[in-house]
């Protein structure tokens, strides 16, 4: 098959998840930070940002359609696991879908990660993704959601949320202090993606720094 014909197949496939996501921020446009799904490039940035490669547990919010989860099942190493939590029962379905024993996708909320992580046997992630959008949830929901992340992340492990709007900074500048922010600017919209290490908040730091 050649390059025009295999990009003429893969063309209505790309259309309609796009489509699907488009209706889906329509339905919930609260739960979902983008009217399009993320691109090649904001995803690679994700995955290298959160060390995905050397990670044995990783977490991911909000996965969507799955673009990013399958990223980070590609960069995993064999005997990682990925916990998916997916809160709109649509997406849920979508990345209950892929198959790969690494995986488990769980539909339900960010704010009870430490239960839902002892529910699957998991061990403390070092790496904890997030693609809920901060900006459209109230400051105590996304206050909840950061101090359960900060609270089962190992020490040293990484936050890493790529978002539109700078709540999230705001957000865990109390719990996890002192950011890094990457700017991703092939993507539309141009996104955010800011991390954090634990063990290096402490509360104090509002200072940021802007990498390239």
Request: net charge positive.
């Amino acid at each position: 098959m050649n390059l025009r014909k295999a990009n003429s197949n893969m063309l209505p496939k790309v259309m309609n998840g796009c489509l699907f996501f488009f209706q889906e921020f329509l339905k919930h446009p609260f739960q979902i930070g983008s009217v399009i799904p993320s691109s090649q490039a904001l995803i690679r940035r994700v995955v290298e940002t959160a060390r995905v490669n050397e990670a044995n547990t990783i977490v991911e919010l909000g996965p969507g359609t799955g673009c990013t989860t399958k990223a980070i099942l590609e960069h995993m190493k064999p005997d990682a696991r990925l916990l998916s939590i997916e809160i709109n029962p649509n997406f849920y379905s979508i990345i209950s879908q892929i198959s790969d024993e690494r995986l488990i996708a769980h539909l339900g909320d960010a704010r009870k990660l430490k239960a839902i992580l002892n529910e699957h046997n998991l061990d403390a992630p070092e790496a904890v993704i997030s693609g809920i959008p901060f900006s459209t949830m109230s400051d105590e929901c996304g206050s909840q959601i950061i101090k359960a992340i900060h609270e089962v992340l190992v020490p040293g492990g990484r936050f890493v949320a790529y978002q539109l709007s700078k709540k999230v900074i705001d957000l865990c500048s109390p719990v996890m202090g002192q950011e890094k922010v990457q700017l991703e600017f092939f993507n539309i919209p141009p996104m955010r993606v800011c991390y954090w290490e634990k063990g290096n908040g402490n509360g104090t730091g509002h200072k940021r720094h802007y990498c390239a």
